[in-house]
């Protein structure tokens, strides 16, 4: 098969995706995750992503490399406040058809919940 | 060890938690998700739960029978439009020293990164 | 719409459900989770339910309700056993075409590798 | 405060992870993703990093950059098999203290239930 030949470590990450995740310290005495989320949105800050902190995660969006790269130095930073262990929760989606924020997701379905009551 | 008479059966569930899912219908032809997301909406509104849509999910809020029940029939009314395959992806968290509503969560840190500015 | 007449609340849950999950204490001291992980296997043996450890998380297979039950049972009991918190990650699928089981899904995509070296 | 002065963008990736990903193609008619899932065994194959498939995902060991470009190569096959949309669902764990492989893992778990037998 043509399939055998081909170099599966030439393919590029995509252009574009959105990753929402939960980061947790682990073995921590402290049970409060507040500040290590602070710090995390430092991390972000300062990557010029754009990103949208919710109640039980934050949602970052850019090219998958850039992504991946800031969510990794949210773990490096949030080891540095001390955890030994730092556990991720994340679910990334991509697209090829079109860009879409964040905000414009949460828009589409809105309209779809108002359309439905008349 | 005492341990080995314990009737692990009876072990009730947390009184309350949060849920934070994304659905996905698997094996439909529409690349579109919002119509099955809107009908989740409506499952969630009938429940009487407390919810807060976000553009990478859903939060839900109560006791963990009734949270986790919501997301099921969620699955079942996604497969009742069409989808022979439903996958979830899901973040949950109980904690036994306090309340905490997810808006009080979001204004903690939000609240830690203004202080931070000083 | 008719749609809007529907009782949402008497929708049933799937009757079969994979559940794959893990579960993390946070504001332990201890850095180890392999204690609240034993612990939590306890509660699934004594579940009844079909269920397979690996390296990141646990597979349960069942009707909705009970593997749900199961889930929140294990938050429980690593609040008992001092966690003040608990977080676990969890993805969750159903499927109304066939059942399937956690051994049959690996195997297909084994053969699949197998015959594309053909 | 000195951590305002703190450059946030040159802080580094973990030197090794684990993250355990469900990825699921999106608007696609067919139902079954083995194919799918065999593709993206191929990039994991390349990737020359330890991987382990189960049946609700697949565990992949490594430098952080290297296991999320590869879950990105990932993404990039699967649409080029023709999905439109994708969507994983991950969590990723690092660690600080010592290495530990999947199996170790697992093994830690299994002799933690075989001693407490006793």
Known sequence: ???QQRDYTTIPTPPACYADFCLVPV???SVSVAKEVAEVQKVLAASGLKYTLHS???TVEGPWDQ???VIGQAHSIVHQTGAVRVQTSMR???RTDKKQTAEEKV???QDLLASSLD
């Open 67 to 69: 992504v991946m790269k």
């Open 107 to 109: 828009k589409r379905v």
């Open 27 to 29: 073995g921590t005495a």
């Open 1 to 3: 098969m043509a399939d």
């Open 56 to 58: 039980a995660g934050t």
């Open 92 to 94: 990334v989606g991509t």
